[in-house]
């Protein structure tokens, strides 16, 4: 079956430093790879996708996640932190649900801490 | 453009008492719809999703169950609560069809506490 792991539950940077955002999937074909953030008492927002081609996407709000195969990873990067960026990020992969519709499995999230 | 409303935004409700959680989408047509909820610390579970009217698949066995009488109408209901129910509760929708490269885009999400 396939399954997301976000290995960091939390994560503390300081504003304007970069900053790196792990996931790793576990997905029996080439996967479809999806980065959402959460900001608190809020609904998810899409920030960027993979399903194919170029192996680094770029998504809204300066980011960009990278695509490995060899290493099942989808790693999601800022150059530069800005304080806004403080909420929780989810990693998820698509399987497409019989009888149509496609199910997201999610990681566990990580949540996002930005020093002033 | 497409939009999607959840309400209430809030609830507070005692063990044993009813639910019904609303989401409507609008913007679209046919459009495939999923609860999900979000349990403190934990990640999202898939609930139930929707590919049509009336059609309602349940992903885990639960106390709560799912309907939807209109094309872009969502219920989430419960006859008693349990104080397990407890969580923020997301709706979310995607394009009419099974690709694999349509996000889904969620609401704002219901948080409810059981009492």
């Known amino acids: 079956a396939q399954s997301v792991t976000q290995p960091d539950i939390h994560i503390t940077v300081s504003e304007g430093a970069s900053l790196e955002l792990r996931c790793n999937y576990s997905?029996?074909?080439?996967?479809?790879l999806f980065w959402y953030v959460q900001s608190p008492g809020q609904g998810l927002q899409l920030l960027l996708k993979y399903f194919s081609g170029d192996t680094l996407v770029q998504g809204i709000k300066g980011f960009e996640a990278e695509f490995k195969r060899s290493q099942s990873s989808f790693n999601l990067r800022k150059p530069s932190v800005h304080w806004s960026d403080a909420a929780e990020y989810f990693c998820a992969v698509v399987l497409i649900l019989t009888g149509g519709g496609n199910k997201l499995t999610f990681g566990t999230g990580t949540q996002l801490k930005v020093e002033l | 453009s497409q939009t999607i409303h959840q309400w209430p935004a809030t609830l507070v409700q005692p063990v044993g008492s009813p639910l019904s959680l609303e989401c409507t989408v609008e913007?679209?047509?046919?459009?495939?719809l999923y609860w999900y909820r979000q349990a403190a610390g934990r990640g999202l579970q898939l609930l139930f999703y929707s590919v049509g009217i009336g059609q309602i698949s349940s992903e885990v066995p639960q106390n709560l169950s799912a309907s939807r009488p209109q094309d872009r109408q969502f219920f989430l209901s419960s006859k008693k609560l349990l104080l397990s129910d407890s969580g923020f509760y997301l709706c979310?929708?995607?394009?009419?069809?099974?690709?694999?490269?349509?996000?889904?885009?969620f609401g704002d999400g219901t948080r409810l506490s059981i009492l």
């Open positions: 913007g679209t047509s046919n459009p495939n």
């Open positions: 979310a929708w995607s394009s009419y069809g099974a690709a694999k490269n349509q996000p889904q885009h």
């Open positions: 997905y029996g074909a080439t996967p479809y």
